[in-house]
T-cell receptor
Framework: DTEVTQTPKHLVMGMTNKKSLKCEQHMGHRAMYWYKQKAKKPPELMFVYSYEKLSINESVPSRFSPECPNSSLLNLHLHALQPEDSALYLC?????????????FGPGTRLTVL | AQSVSQHNHHVILSEAASLELGCNYSYGGTVNLFWYVQYPGQHLQLLLKYFSGDPLVKGIKGFEAEFIKSKFSFNLRKPSVQWSDTAEYFCAVNPSGGSYIPTFGRGTSLIVHP
């Protein structure tokens, strides 16, 4: 299984709502990532989890809260978002083997904040 | 910190034309190299990758890329483009060793006219 799955595919939320994005992989990868991508722009790194511990937080606002319940799951909790947070949110996972690391990306959640 | 340059920001071609998209990176050590494609409204897909060995790499959908170490380049090519190749193309580089987190280029928007 070389797949990263993400749910939901689409999400529309108001600025006062609380919602969560979910990501799952069963490749045994110990690094998992959240990216934000705006249209026609490259993905921007938000968070990195390594062995279920948060290792990188790229100065993301606190209205985004990541969680890694176990080695296969990654969540992104959303609260009090702004319209400019509307974007495609991508999850990825990777594993380093013999000096080589490749990220496997999920299909993304397209988020619209009204 | 490494950087990735994609000098062609917008490319417009007619069907059957040949394509070459430039990607240059700044990092002196061993690198892992990737090209991703993102079709309109869709998610990121891996086109091809280079880790080691033959510097000419063949990917999906008839794409290939050549790693030229002396020029710090990993240009993407396709001999004859199709209308369905209209998409955003992103080059990404991660250094072998360290965080293994890829740095993305800003992307090239390709439009192919039928």
């Amino acid at each position: 299984d070389t797949e990263v799955t993400q749910t939901p595919k689409h999400l529309v939320m108001g600025m006062t709502n609380k919602k969560s994005l979910k990501c799952e992989q069963h490749m045994g990868h110990r690094a998992m990532y959240w990216y934000k991508q705006k249209a026609k722009k490259p993905p921007e790194l938000m968070f990195v989890y390594s062995y279920e511990k948060l290792s990188i937080n790229e100065s993301v606002p606190s209205r985004f809260s990541p969680e890694c319940p176990n080695s296969s799951l990654l969540n992104l909790h959303l609260h009090a978002l702004q319209p400019e947070d509307s974007a495609l949110y991508l999850c990825a996972s990777s594993q380093v083997l013999a000096g080589v690391a490749e990220q496997f990306f999920g299909p993304g959640t397209r988020l619209t904040v009204l | 910190a490494q950087s990735v340059s994609q000098h062609n920001h917008h490319v417009i071609l007619s069907e059957a034309a040949s394509l070459e998209l430039g990607c240059n990176y700044s990092y002196g050590g061993t690198v892992n190299l990737f090209w991703y494609v993102q079709y309109p409204g869709q998610h990121l897909q891996l086109l091809l990758k280079y880790f080691s060995g033959d510097p000419l790499v063949k990917g999906i959908k008839g794409f290939e890329a050549e790693f030229i170490k002396s020029k710090f380049s990993f240009n993407l090519r396709k001999p004859s483009v199709q209308w369905s190749d209209t998409a955003e193309y992103f080059c990404a580089v991660n250094p072998s060793g360290g965080s293994y987190i890829p740095t993305f280029g800003r992307g090239t928007s390709l439009i192919v006219h039928p």
